[in-house]
């Protein structure tokens, strides 16, 4: 029997329960009874939904409060000093979440025992996801042991329900090779500190009644480091031998394992999954290399997009497979877990009916995993009606005119090289723009939204079920903008923004003024903690109908005679943000959304904006994870860029915006996009990313944000001072601006302010100091 498995499913809940509950938490409106009562409740909605999908192999242990690094952290006693843990028992709901947000040193942390004005964890990408996940901080003093059972509770409580699970552990070695170390030293060297943890949770696992265990080595479709190789033929000679009546599913995803096919198959587990849509080609030596009577689990649904499968084509290949080793040992799945993908489509009612056709959210691709399963079983026969349906939405799909626009072909056909350079080069636009903008040293400036109060959103939800008129909505943002505006001027700041207070998202804004793409009510996908985003889906040729932010950057300019930024996102990451059409290649969608933005700020550009930011904050996150696949990626992604910005004359300053990047292994291709300004993440790793540009000889200007946005904490001047110190000891000082992190819309007031005045004071201390 060949078994329909999932390998996480999502955990925000259809409603965003999750980020409900958490907010109300955080509010002090919802006790910790309140909170885990609502995680329990998720729990339970999750395995009935993959049950009544006919998933034989739910997954469990996939939900986590906040994240999913952090709980396996917590768990195996990974707690750093500071964060309030007795160094005995589990850690505290309010120790998991100073490790998370970090402390403002408020009473009730006091009373949990947490260090006032600790930093959070510092938060990264998880491979090349939206989703962000906290790294683990290591160190040879770190005493791993199991606190809770974490995986043991999660199959206990399915039980509890006559639900048998498959609980999903993130493996030892992608746990290391995720985590960092206090002295920077190679984190693999804790492996032989870390196992007996590992043991201790999958004996836990089988006494609580387990059959299979999930563990995720998803660090296996990338280029492994040295060591890597003996570090997993380590560990799981000892996992296996751990708890003998557990079987082990190995889970890679996010690519195919090339290379590490020997290193994979080698290993002591029951069974291997691999991700077939993005590993496609690693099929054929998989089957090859793999024992005879090990488990395959074949992700062929895509957990990363939201378009519905080619059940005909799928049930072609898993046929194949099937022929050559029987079904007795077979999964089939989805390529990854569910986490990246909205919900379910059932509410969505207001979808095109031709588009809807040809989606499959979570809830769907349950049931397209369940149907392949079974046809493997009884024949296409049981399936029929499926896959006629399938059939159908494929060629409606194919067939339909409204995919291509010829105007959108002869705009790209007409691209020419130039197209994507500025007229001159750096040194002399810098020059030009000196003249023209006569900024101070250390120029102080923002990443461009401000907080998105729950004021902002119901007058906007209230607008949009047409409570408020149009115009009265629009009257609101503008008298936000213009306080913020007046705020700005007043708080001694170089460079305004307007404040973004009109848009719902930086992807999603834009991708309602353009052609090419639709939008969900409830496709919500969890970013971290408890954000949510709601990708809007690319599903057509995208073009610019008008102009989309104009009138806004005018308003907010007539009001100040200081400069105020224009505000855009770039093209690579309205591509990486969306759910993207696979008929045509990324690189083709990308040309296509840049020739938009170009017209955009142009257009900005002849009302009289100075300065343009185009925000690349997805430029990192769109490297393939494979070095060799990396060159050609960041060649069309730094010229989509370009030609997004190229438009302009020397004098208009092109600034951009990353956040949360390892830029080293990038640098070469941040340089090529040649902004004269970016802002960067950097608090949250205490300036560590500044390596690369001071290493590199980064050309043009950079702003070292100074302050994390992701933390509720305010940091004092002295902190800020320190930051900038040390940038302007690393680079140099003309070229550096004084801004935070990253946008301030997750933020209040409370904080912004302050912040923004401590920023004010660190530039004029800094400048003070240059003169004396
Ligand atoms: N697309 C995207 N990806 C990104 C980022 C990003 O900004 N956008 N930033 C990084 C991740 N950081 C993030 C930072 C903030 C949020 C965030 O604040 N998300 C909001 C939702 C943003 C949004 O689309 N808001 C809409 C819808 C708001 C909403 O929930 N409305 C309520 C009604 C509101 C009310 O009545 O009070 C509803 O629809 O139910 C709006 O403002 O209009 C949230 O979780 O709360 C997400 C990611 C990386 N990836
Ligand atoms: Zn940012």
Redesign the pocket.
Known sequence: MTIAATLGYPRIGPR?EL?TALEAHWAGTLDEPGLLAAGAMLRARARVTQRANGIGHVASADFALYDHVLETATALGAIPDGYGWDGQGPASLATLFALARGARGTEAERAAGIAADVPALEMTKWFDT?Y?YLVPRLSAATRFRLLHNRWADAVAEGLAEQCRTRPVLLGPVSFLLLSKTEDGSNPLALLPALLPAYEAALRGIAEAGAAWVQIDEPCLVTDLPAGAAEAYATAFRRLADAAPGLRLLLATYFGGLRDNLPIAAALPVAGLHLDLTRGRDGLEPALDALPAGHFLSLGVVDGRNVWRNDLRATLATLRGVAERRGTRNLMVAPSCSLLHVPHSLAREDALDPALKRRLAFAEEKLAEVSALARALDEGEGAIAATLAESDRAMAEWRADPRLRDATVAAALAAVTPRMAQRISAYPQRAVAQQQRLNLPRFPVTSIGSFP?T?E???A???A?RGEITAEAYDTRMKDLTAEAIAWQEAEGVDVLVHGEFE??????YFGERLAGYAFTKHG?VQ??G??????PIIWADVSRPEPMTVDWASYAQSLTTKPVKGMLTGPV?MLF?AFVREDIPRAEVCAQIALAIRDEVCDLERAGIAIIQIDE??FREGLPLRRADQPAYLDWAARCFRLSASGVADATQIHTHM??AEFNDIIGAIAAMDADVISIETARSRMELLNAFTQFNYPNAIGPGLWDI?SPRVPGVEEMVGLLRQAAAALPSERLWVNPD??C??RGWAEVKPAMANLVTTARRLRAEAVA
């Open positions: 965003r980020k939206n962000h998105q729950a902002v959103r119901k906007r939800a209230a949009a848009r719902n998202d930086m992807v999603k919500w970013s971290y408890s954000r949510c985003v709601a990708p990451t943000w904050p997805a956040c949360y992701h990253c946008g819309k997750t």
